[in-house]
């Protein structure tokens, strides 16, 4: 009978020892991961589903009816003028909103940048609406924006008369990607402030050496080295365009007409005053599908214009 020799037995226990010791770091990670995981089926994945079902059938909460349709609800849509107007205003809003939003929020980071007396007062007074309440905000704004209300007072004194702003289609629109503008601008700004101090200064330096102006400097190196922050902020801007709903509800209501319908609210008249929760769900997935749309080719587009990018 042969034993294990007495010199290869610490190695055995070694290997022993690392194997557990790796299952534990695997048990850890795996725990680790478990929360965002699991959130990510129960209020992604699942809901996601769940529609995209939904969308299949004619729902009527009101009748009881959950009657299986097929792709009816999607052939209705490419017959709707209602969600084609609703489109058409996502499209006005979602572009406003993103060329205001973000040249506004790099231009006040830009000015912020330079260090003059009073910037961090600057700084809190176009911060401070982030952390407000989106309602009471955009109440406010809706006594402002009134026939008689302060901003036509102030032209008055002036004397220049404003148009009622929330009752004719363009200013309408004009009104509320101006209130939502102001709105979120001071985030986007403090994202465009930490990458411009993020900046070499030395390679700002060498540039002013070489005999580079103010604008070739911020067009030739301060942009593409701030260009990852100019993709996540128009990212994030896109998706919040697409995603904008009490401002309509409590400014518009979606008019004068449907000039201010977006499709999020288009969305929600279906549902929860049509009770058309089928129709509803089927307009989600398209809503679905244009957000991740748009998103991929930022992302996919990113290597033509971001720094560093492969």
Known sequence: MTSTPVAARPRVRSARTRGSA???????????????????VAFVIVPLVTVAWYSLHEWNVLAGTFVFSGADNYERMLADPGLRDSLVASLWFSVGLVVLNVTLALLLAVLLDQKLPGTTTFRTFFFSPVVVSLVAWTIVWGFLLQDDGGINGFLASVGVEGPNWLRSGPTAMLAVIVVQVFKNVGLNMILFLAALQSVPEEVQEAARIDGAGAWRRFRSITLPLISPTVLLVSILTVVGSLEVFAQIDVLTGGGPGNS???????LYQQAFRFNEFGYASAISVLLFVIVLALTLIQWRTRKRWVHDEV
């Open 22 to 40: 790796a299952q534990r770091d695997r048990a850890v990670g795996y725990l680790m991961v478990a929360p965002q995981v699991l959130g990510t």
């Open 260 to 266: 201010t319908t977006v499709l999020v609210y288009y």
